[in-house]
Nanobody, 124 residues
Framework: QVQLVESGGGLVQAGGSLRLSCAAS????????MGWFRQGPGKEREFVGV????????DYADSVKGRFTISRDNAKAMVYLQMNSLKPEDTAVYYC?????????????????WGRGTQVTVSS
């Protein structure tokens, strides 16, 4: 079992920045690929990005590429999502998720564990 807890959400003006954190406990963190997803109001959950277990590969959705950065600290069992140049359309609940496979994947159905999410609201 893996427990995930997101933090760092809040209200920010367009053009601003936020850093989300996700704390993991349970299974050895370094064996997990970690993903970030989001779900905006009235929208389906969508992929934001994923980082492999050793940070060797990182993939981003086109909508956030160049603005968002994923990183992890295996010693602290933490994964981060640095969000810059935020837009109103980035408003969503942001979730971190863990994938026990060693395949870098975008589809939410492949992720085994999920946090409860943290709200990010970007005002125009």
């Amino acid at each position: 079992q893996v427990q995930l807890v997101e933090s760092g959400g809040g209200l920010v003006q367009a053009g601003g920045s936020l850093r989300l954190s996700c704390a993991a406990s349970g299974r050895t963190f370094s064996t997990l690929n970690m993903g970030w997803f989001r779900q905006g109001p009235g929208k389906e959950r969508e992929f934001v990005g994923v980082i492999t277990r050793n940070s060797g590969y990182i993939d981003y959705a086109d909508s956030v590429k160049g603005r968002f950065t994923i990183s992890r600290d295996n010693a602290k069992a933490m994964v981060y999502l640095q969000m810059n140049s935020l837009k109103p359309e980035d408003t969503a609940v942001y979730y971190c998720a863990a994938d026990q496979s060693n395949i870098m994947r975008r589809q939410s159905r492949f992720y085994d564990y999920w946090g409860r999410g943290t709200q990010v609201t970007v005002s125009s």
